[in-house]
Structure formats: C-alpha cells, structure tokens
C-alpha cells in the first residue's frame, strides 16, 4: 500500500513534467515561435519581476497599491470582513498581505505556479497572521483550480491583483474570469456575498506603457530573456541567451505591449527526442502579452463571464484600475 500511495504523485508528475514538454516544443515549433509568459516566474523569474516591480518606469504595481491604500475603507466596505480570500499568482504575497491587515479574512489560500517561492511567502502570512487559516496552492492557473477541501464556509472573494489577465487574449481572459466566477460560488454554495477583486491596467500614452516594458537598467531584458534559461532546463534545450535580444512595444491595434526575443544571427536550437528550430537574423520569439483594457471593454468582459455588478476605484491618472465584480 505505502509504494502504492507513493507511486500517484510521481506519475502525476511525470504527467505534468510531459505536458509542459509538449507545450513548450509545440509552441518553439508554431509560426511565429512561442513561449508562454507564465514559464517566466522561475525562482530567479520570480526575483527578476520582483525587481521590476520597483522600477522607476514600471508603474502598475505602485499604482496599484496606491489605489488600494487610497480607497482602503470603500474598498474593505464593499468585499465585507470575514471572507475566504483566494489569490491567483499570489508570488510574495506582498498585496494579500496589506489587504489582510484590512480585511481580517476567516483564510487565506494563496495560488501559484511557483510553488517553491509561494511556500516562502506563505510562511510568513501564517507569521503575521497567526489566527488566520493559510493554505498555499502550487498550480497552473491556465489549467483550472483545485481548491483544498474543507475551506471554511464563508463567502470567498477571488483576489487577481497586478492587471495579470492583461497576459491572456479577451476569448482566453474570459474562460479565466468564467472559472473565477466558479471559485466564487465553491461547492453548491451561492456565491452572492462572494466577488472577485482584479487590478486592470488602463491603456495610456505609448511613451510610458514603452518605458515600462523596456526599462533603462534593463531588468525587463533579463526578465525577458531568463525564460530561455528556464526553458533550457524544462525541456532540455540549448538555447544561449547571449544570442537574442530583448524587444517591447505597444501594439496599438490590439491594446497590448508585445514582448519578444529577436535572434542576433541565425540560430539552431535543439532538444531531446530530436527537435529543431532554425532561426533567421532577427526573427523573433514572442513571449508575452500584456493587455490594456478600457473600463467599459472590461466590465463588459466580466458581464459576460456571470459578473453583473462591477464597481472600480482608479488613481488621479487613471492608470490603473482596481476592480470589484459580483455575481
Ligand atoms: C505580471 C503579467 C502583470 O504584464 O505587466 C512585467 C508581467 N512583463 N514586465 C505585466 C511583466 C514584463 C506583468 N504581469
């Protein structure tokens, strides 16, 4: 029974461990090639973004907790004291745990996909915190949401802070704000005191979104091309990252920062089981997207996701809003 039990996680890792293969070659092998942003957020991805988060140019994040610090009361008055809070990408836990210290949550489950570096941050919630039930995830979002069982039975508020779903296309967002809105109803419970509290970065000159994205001491470069080095040990690969570049700009059509890795000088790139991608001179590799949604266009997003009620708190700039959607 012991090697039976033992043997479970370790094929459901391999199984995980084979789905990110796949989806790593099949996108290396698309036209144009592509790597999806969430394998950024390695533990020295994690760092990196962390850093960029203090830049000078990138504003969302300290725009954010400004509007957050601003409209605090309003804030807390509106999701209600005592709730079950669930953190998509929580990272460091940093923005859960200023909201905690207003909300005074029942539990706090933190989700991401870096389970290593959640566990970290985790830890020093339940420091801080020591009445409060603390549970972390380590999950692909992407993938769906299994929730631990026997959470408390109050109501749950979904908590996406950092414009994140700016990182997937509107069809792709909408999926995930569908799946947020099944979080917030849990098991047969209804969902009416619950919401979902989500940070939307607002579109605004090109100038500043460009800077953003494209920062002077080049953090955002060695963010950018950190994925390849992460990709080199998911998959197996040979990818040098002294030979790409890093790119950014805003694609006006779409609404959304592009980020890309252009390569220098043909390239050959190999991994296990016999795949190839022959590169160009300045062919590129796009790795993220990074959407600007009006208000209106997402509030109408979120009505379509089950979300009827949207109210939204912004800066003097109105750079970045922060929005609290309810069934
Ligand atoms: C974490 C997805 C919100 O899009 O601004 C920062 C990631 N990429 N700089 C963003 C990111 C480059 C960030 N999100």
Redesign the pocket.
């Known amino acids: 029974p012991e090697a039976e039990s033992a043997a479970v996680p370790v094929a459901a890792q391999a199984l995980a461990e084979q789905s990110v293969f796949d989806e790593i070659t099949q996108g290396l092998l698309q036209q144009p090639a592509t790597i999806s942003?969430k394998f950024f957020y390695d533990q020295l991805g994690s760092e990196l973004?962390e850093s960029?988060t203090r830049l000078p140019e990138?504003y969302?994040t300290r725009t954010e907790h400004a509007v957050m610090q601003q409209h605090a009361a309003e804030i807390a008055a509106a999701v209600g004291q005592g709730r079950t809070l669930i953190e998509l990408g929580a990272g460091n836990c940093e923005k859960a745990r200023a909201l905690c210290r207003t909300l005074a949550p029942a539990c706090f489950v933190g989700v991401d996909i870096s389970a290593d570096f959640l566990q970290g941050a985790v830890a020093r919630m339940r420091e801080e915190f020591p009445h409060m039930d603390v549970r972390a995830v380590g999950a692909d979002m992407t993938r769906g949401v299994t929730l631990p069982a026997n959470l408390p039975r109050t109501g749950r508020l979904v908590f996406y802070p950092?414009?994140?779903i700016?990182?997937f296309d509107p069809p792709h967002a909408l999926m995930l704000l569908e799946q947020m809105r099944e979080l917030v109803d849990g098991e047969g419970e209804p969902g009416a005191d619950g919401g979902l509290l989500i940070g939307i970065?607002l579109p605004k000159e090109v100038e500043v979104l460009e800077a953003a994205?494209d920062d002077a001491a080049g953090v955002?470069a060695a963010?950018n091309l950190n994925v390849l080095t992460h990709v080199n040990r998911l998959i197996g690969s040979n990818f040098d990252p002294a030979q790409w570049r890093h790119l950014a700009f805003f694609n006006t059509l779409h609404s959304r920062i592009e980020?890309h890795l252009q390569a220098m000088s043909p390239l050959q790139v190999r991994w296990p089981g016999g795949g190839v991608r022959d590169f160009a001179a300045g062919e590129c590799i796009h790795t993220?997207n990074?959407y600007k949604y009006t208000l209106p266009a997402f509030t109408d997003l979120l009505a379509r996701a089950g979300f009827s009620r949207a109210r939204a708190w912004t800066d003097p700039r109105d750079w970045f809003a922060v929005v609290h959607a309810q069934p």
């Open positions: 942003p973004f960029i990138y969302p950092g414009s994140s700016g990182n970065d994205y955002t963010f980020m993220e990074s």
